[in-house]
DNA sequence: TTGTAGGCGTTATCAA
DNA sequence: TTGATAACGCCTACAA
């Protein structure tokens, strides 16, 4: 059996209450008796238990943190952000993975509410109406990590990256290098933030640049190796006019799609230049380097985090949503069309 | 406020404890109050907080997970399996990195016997007798993973994978495909499984072999790319008589020293052949792809959480070693040495 | 089958 | 400055 405070309190020959201040520093104590029951304390490594705690000060000190897949390095990243400032401020985070499937987050949601989590931080892949009302329903608050709700905004407090500016912008680099022809490799298309935003950004650099894209130049699967070389044998296959350049929608994706190229003997970046997202730490890894769009995982975690706590501690109210810059990373697997 | 056993109890005109009851069908409840108290939780959508339970029951249903590096991809893929098991079996998993620093270490240890988590899977570095005794002191269960403890086996329940055999199978493999200057590329001195265990596996299948290695042949450093990079560097400057293969402590490793070899101009697997290990997805992104030795991190995770649910249950007292079987995976970067 | 009441380990209120 | 004592929300003998 665990000593509890009645024991220190016993041994120490104070009262429950003293022990309780002598800890908490809540209210004054006398030198003396401060010193004396903070031996005993010491003697015994009595801790105090949290739930007890937390039962009556309706504080766990625990952070829910749901992401749809633990060992997508993506997640990983964030999650490490995240726990970074959490255990600076002295949260511990309890990690809970939702297969981005709508049934299992609205589970997680209860679940975190039961153990009385003091806030949640939430990455999911199709934020609509029925999770937003969930979560506004809760006991505690949630701020939305690296996707946007999909639904009215400012509603739920968000950290994330500008999807649709960072593909836009990825585009535009590409048709500033020289390039016309240039087809996209992207998610799944029931994500809101991480598919079809991208896709948008896409649509948009090119209609502005008035270049019209065929329907066979846009494929979407899965944010995989697997599916990024499938997606590009379709391109390939089904184009009799190949593109120039490609765009994907993740680093994983570009992978898999320069895999499939090489396979076929197309030369990558000279008859295709490929760019990526996310900058995984693998990028580098590859030769020639992958060109990218960074986006600050770790980062966009601390922030959220930040965020977070903000709204647990009750400095701040009003839900808003907070960009963390992304950035073209020009490396190997992109180069300029000579005309 | 949320709502309460009572506030239920009040508005189904019955008791506290037969709420209690219909919940947790613990005792004979007639059916026709147990529909009428169902039907108040459910409109009610109440809830049982989960902090007075446990303050009660002694059981909190969270398992605490100790890992080095949370973006790590190995750890990503044990705490991916870990956690498929505990959702399954209604436990909840609050992670923790530790940054493989013992201090951090010990603390997160008290932090998790605070929360009175039901039990605990560590994933460490350098499991020394300190970090022993405290955990045989904390009031829950705790089993190793990835990592068996330095000292006396078999005090904590470990399960792990095989590291001495599973690099002195991989240095095998490269004595069966006749190598004979074989050089090693590994993880850090003080890393207890991963590193000193390796290095052990690596030494006993060349000296098995009747061959002697010069210590200019053996490279420690960090499980990354960058270091694996250096190290090559490192082995191929300092050595005259280059190896004709090289075991790797880690895919990372591996890839980096792969890297630099390419930038050399030094072929693989022509003139160097190289092994990893872990089997990192990303192992068959590369070209040609990674030889290496898989280690099902994601069943060990698995199986590590049973083994830990035992504990926590009651059903196990006897702390053993079990270790998951590891597999040498061949593809291109290898090949048979022509004599 | 149902209800009463005590207790889990803390914090917080109120007197002293 | 210190100490009783009532919560906190729930489970569980023990009674009825």
Redesign the pocket.
Known sequence: ??????D??REA?????????V??N?????P???ERVYEIIEKNH????A???G????KTNIVGVVIPDISNPVFGALTKGINSVCTKKGYTIMVCESGGEQEQEMKLLDVLEDKQTDGVLFAGVDINQVLVDAMLKKQYPVVLVTQESAVEENVIDTVTHDNVRAVYDATKFLLDNGHERIAYLGGPKHDFSSGKKRLKGYRMALEEAGITVPDSYIEQGEFSFQSGYEGMKRLYEENSILPTAVVAGSDLIAIGGIQFLNSVGVSVPDEISIIGFDDLDFATCLRPELSTVRIPYFAEGEKAAKELIKFMTGSKEKAATHYVPHKIIRRGTTRAKSK
């Open positions: 059996m665990a000593i509890t405070i009645a220190i309190a020959g104070v009262s429950i209450s003293t022990v309780s201040r800890m908490n809540t209210k004054p104590v006398s003396e008796l401060r009595f801790k105090p238990n739930l007890a705690q039962l009556i000060t309706k």
